[in-house]
């Protein structure tokens, strides 16, 4: 990994990473077509629906939508994830978040093991223009009803 691209990934420079294209393409696939982001920006989105900082997705309702979530990685992720448990709770909504392994935090254990399942990503990806893979590992995690005690664990590639 050069330089700048690890003082970058290291640093509050940027909280917003863009998902690579075909990791994206591959999770419609498997959890079928995506109709909100939440987190989008004006370069970063993938869902034609989206809301956008300015909008605040942490204000705003996302029932009813098969969700795609990619949130800012700083510490405001724990209001992410907890956001997107609080959604996946109610009818007819799914919640694709894809997030750093972390699972030494607070939030993971509040509410990823409280999910539906969790994706542990095989493999870094290159998120945006990087010309290197994280420097972290990636899970994707699925937050919907469930009366399941535990979520079901599974692997993804990241190629």
Not at 110 to 123: L, P, Q
Not at 129 to 136: Q, T
Request: hydrophobic share 35%.
């Amino acid at each position: 990994m050069d330089k700048n691209t690890q003082e970058t990934m290291f640093s509050s420079k940027s909280l917003e990473w863009a998902t690579p294209q075909h990791f994206f393409d591959q999770l419609e696939e498997q959890f079928g077509k995506f109709t909100l982001d939440p987190c989008a920006n004006s370069s970063n989105y993938k869902v034609k629906n989206r809301f956008t900082e300015k909008d605040n997705g942490l204000e705003q309702d996302w029932s009813g939508n098969n969700v795609f979530m990619n949130p800012p990685y700083g510490r405001v992720i724990k209001h992410w994830i907890k956001k997107a448990h609080e959604e996946g709770q109610k009818d007819n909504t799914t919640v694709v978040a894809l997030i750093p392994a972390r699972t030494d935090t607070r939030y993971w254990h509040d509410y990823v093991m409280k999910s539906h399942s969790i994706y542990f990503v095989k493999g870094r990806l290159k998120f945006g223009n990087g010309e290197n893979s994280a420097p972290f590992p990636s899970a994707v995690v699925i937050f919907k009803q469930d009366d399941g005690l535990f979520p079901y664990v599974g692997v993804i590639n990241a190629r």
